[in-house]
């Protein structure tokens, strides 16, 4: 589970990222990130309605990525807001792994990797 210090919640921090921060697409995710100007990391994960009519499907897409970035923080730049947004109809029928690998494919792109 992400840690709650890790977790993007407020609003106005969700509308900050989605209006200034820069945006990556692989397949049926979206990924913006936008400097916080603080020393960690922050995360959230929006899944609407367009992805699935089914809380059910939802909510599991939540909680893999939700994992995923747990696994993938050590991994990623300091000081950095992450909204991952699902998008379009992809019905909940992704692998646990097809999404491991999308989100590492989308890390790798947008540059937030460690330079360790």
């Known amino acids: 589970m992400l840690p709650a210090e890790k977790r993007l919640v407020d609003k106005k921090d969700f509308s900050k990222v989605q209006r200034t921060g820069r945006r990556f697409f692989r397949d049926f995710l979206q990924l913006q990130f936008t400097e916080n100007g603080q020393n960690k990391t922050r995360i959230g994960v929006v ?51 097809a999404i491991e690998k ?15």
């Open 47 to 97: 899944v609407g309605m367009r992805f699935s009519k089914k809380a059910v499907e939802r909510n599991a897409l939540k909680r893999k990525l939700r994992e995923i970035f747990r696994q993938e923080l050590k991994n990623i730049k300091e000081g950095t807001d992450i909204v991952v947004s699902a998008r379009g109809k992809a019905g909940g029928k992704e692998t646990y792994a």
């Open 102 to 116: 999308t989100v590492a494919k989308l890390i790798e792109k947008s540059n937030l990797l460690n330079k360790s």
